[in-house]
């Protein structure tokens, strides 16, 4: 994975990129195991009750069968491609923007899902609103202050009175 | 038919119907108008709003969202050369350059005029057809059940944008998360690790991480980029009739080319467009204008992206199998409502396809009148920077997924989409077979097993069947064909590199 900092017209673009190729083997071996595992429950599933039924198992068990069949040419085309690189072989890139903005939007994000309870959903929708605002590189202070308090008021407005939502 | 197309009309004496009418058309034209959002995202995000609303509110309102977020997407795409949705791109071919002479105002006339014609002839298409389509689907057995659903996935992953082998993957782990859940035939839990799976995972948290939370993390990245401001608006109403005249022939088979591109599933509004613009090219008297602001393209396209809408109600409604993304997600809607869409749903709800009929035709004057009322005001949502825009569409989702049942399970599940969509997303896997997946898994497996049952286990029964040995082999050949044509290219490229090597 390659990181640099590329001239934009705001200053300056941090960016990542990696090739498509090392990504979809990553994703191809991510799949093959996940695919391993739910084949693997899907034959401890019960057998069917009756003669003529199929029970719960069968269904899956061919959709397993069917996610190893395609992540494995996957997999190995990402592995042909990844050795051919070197004598030439095109292999496109994957750039991701801001990666450190994403990834701390990732965080808020999982951070706000897990505190909603404790929170409550205006307290939430305010913090999700601002941090967001925050991180995608917003620095009016008086859009700071006021879209987040009108959202939680559009929510409020929305769920909390027309469909009469319990909010925690 | 005339009796139950009436009672849909008289739905809208109720005025809740009018709001929803009116509420799904504005939101529409914002979400269309905001480059980055597309229907199937605003289909997503209205649908927590429609909890506990009379379903025929419900759905006029999101269908009338989708109509007019296909319409929004051209006026950033005729404005800045930015299409707001993708199949407003052969839009801004000859939008923009129209734009650049001067001629905004005539080509957003054009395009609303267009689209809400569009939308008023493949309604009637649409009444045409789907009824007789659902008729003859009160035949279909098992198997021709089972087969329809293989041919709807199949085609939706073969025609989904990238590879086609990951088309297919994503069409198949949407079924394996589809069969978590406790099995409805056996009772016996799959895969359910937690009582909260016990009823498998939620359709809309689901839907809303997949396309918002992963698009509002694609903002992020491109938040800070700059963000061209839309151009003057002139001459908006001064688009004299005989233009239209002149586009008659363009709309009528744009029209037709829309609906029936619509219709396939997975073929949807962007590829109708892009045909109908490249079948007016071929037509025209002056194709080499084309490209330079012809409103021949313009109209082509906006016609055929709207009745491609019609087009892809036409299987949800009359077989409940998912003509596009948004679609799928109207399925999601409907089924929080309890209804399930097939072709029972005429008989055992008639005011759902009929309102559905009926508020295509109303909403093409409340469409093309607050587009060209609207559109200054319109163009402006495209302004708004994308922070604020990311921000409150992760709020949105946060209240979204928690409403649909009042527990925090949703949002989990929502977040860990989001995640695993951004991801997908970024290795160029499409989302959509993922979504027709989850919708249509219960149709598949329930049918599967049916005919197995029949066939005491035989998988013979599904081709012995014509209508279902039809079915399949064009599923086959969804597949087959553009693996063919890939093959082929690479053995071209083979021989010709030794050739171009020599050259060299």
């Known amino acids: ?168 | 038919m005339i009796e139950h197309l009436l009672a849909g009309f008289a739905n809208f004496a109720d005025p809740a119907v009018w709001i929803g009418l009116l509420t799904g058309t504005v939101i529409g034209y914002i979400i269309g108008a905001i480059p980055g959002l597309g229907p199937s995202l605003g289909v997503a995000l209205l649908i927590p709003f429609t909890y506990g609303v009379n379903p025929v509110v419900a759905i006029v309102a999101l269908v009338a969202l989708y109509a007019a977020a296909e319409y929004g997407g051209a006026i950033t795409a005729i404005l800045i050369n930015s299409p707001g949705t993708s199949a407003a791109i052969a839009t801004a071919w000859d939008g923009y350059p129209m734009t650049r002479r001067g001629e905004a105002g005539a080509a957003l006339n054009i395009s609303i005029v267009t689209s809400g014609i569009g939308a008023f002839l493949s309604a009637i298409l649409l009444a045409l057809t789907a009824i007789p389509l659902s008729e003859f689907a009160l035949t279909f057995g098992p198997t021709e059940y089972f087969s329809l659903a293989v041919l709807g996935l199949s085609l939706v992953s073969s025609l989904s944008q990238g590879s086609a082998l990951k088309g297919a993957l994503s069409m198949m782990i949407g079924l394996a998360i589809a069969t978590v859940g406790l099995d409805t035939q056996t009772g016996v839990p799959r895969f359910a690790y937690i009582p909260e799976l016990f009823e498998g995972l939620p359709l809309v948290p689901v839907m809303l991480g997949l396309y918002a939370i992963s698009e509002v993390f694609h903002m992020i990245e491109e938040a800070k980029g700059e963000q061209p401001k839309t151009a003057a608006i002139k001459g908006l109403l001064a688009v004299p009739l005989s233009t239209y005249r002149s586009l008659k022939g363009v709309i009528l088979q744009s029209t037709v080319i829309g609906y029936v591109i619509g219709v396939i599933p997975g073929a949807g509004a962007t590829i109708a467009s892009f045909v109908a613009y490249g079948f007016a090219k071929r037509t025209s008297k002056s194709p080499e204008t084309f490209g330079h602001g012809n409103p021949e393209g313009v109209a082509a396209s906006e016609t055929a992206n709207n009745a491609a809408v019609s087009g892809a109600l036409a299987p949800l409604l009359a077989l409940g199998i998912p003509g596009s993304p948004t679609t799928a997600i109207l399925i999601g809607a409907l089924m929080i409502q309890g209804i399930q869409p097939g072709p029972l749903l005429f008989t055992k709800h008639p005011e759902i396809p009929y309102s559905i009929i009926a508020s295509l035709w109303i909403g093409v004057p409340v469409m093309v009148f607050l587009g060209l009322a609207g559109a200054r005001l319109w163009a402006q949502f495209a302004n708004v920077p994308k922070p604020i825009i990311a921000g409150t569409v992760l709020a949105v989702c946060f209240v979204g997924a928690y409403s649909s049942t009042n527990s925090m399970f949703p949002v989990y599940v929502m977040t860990v989409f989001g995640l695993i969509g951004y991801v997908l997303r970024k290795a160029e896997f499409p989302l959509a077979p993922i979504v027709l997946a989850l919708v249509l898994a219960d149709l598949l497996e329930a049918n599967f097993r049916r005919a197995m049952v029949i066939s005491k286990g035989s998988v013979d029964i599904f081709f012995q069947h014509p209508i279902s040995l039809v079915l399949l082999a064009i599923a086959i050949l969804s597949f087959a064909l553009p693996a063919l044509g890939t093959l082929g290219a690479l053995v071209g490229r083979r021989q010709a590199e030794p050739a171009d090597l020599g050259s060299k």
Not at chain 1, 44 to 57: F, T
């Open chain 1, 1 to 168: 994975m390659e990181r640099r900092t590329a001239g934009a017209a705001d200053g300056k673009t941090d960016k990542i990129a990696c090739r498509l190729s090392s990504l979809d083997l990553a994703l191809g071996l991510v799949v093959l195991a996940a695919a391993g595992f739910y084949l693997w429950e899907a034959f401890k599933l019960p057998p069917p009750l009756s003669a003529s039924d199929i029970g719960a198992g069968r269904f899956p068990s061919i959709v397993g069968i069917a996610v190893l069949l395609l992540a494995a040419p996957l997999t190995l085309h990402a592995v042909i491609t990844r050795s051919r690189r070197a004598a030439g072989a095109s292999d496109r890139r994957v750039t991701v923007n801001r990666p450190v903005a994403v990834a701390l939007a990732m965080v808020m994000t999982v951070l706000l899902a897990v505190s909603f309870p404790m929170l409550g959903a205006y307290a939430t929708s305010i913090l999700i609103v601002g941090s967001l605002m925050l991180i995608s590189g917003e620095r009016r202070w008086w859009l700071l202050l006021t879209i987040p308090v009108l959202s939680a008021v559009l929510i409020y407005l929305c769920f909390g009175l027309l469909l009469n939502v319990q909010f925690p």
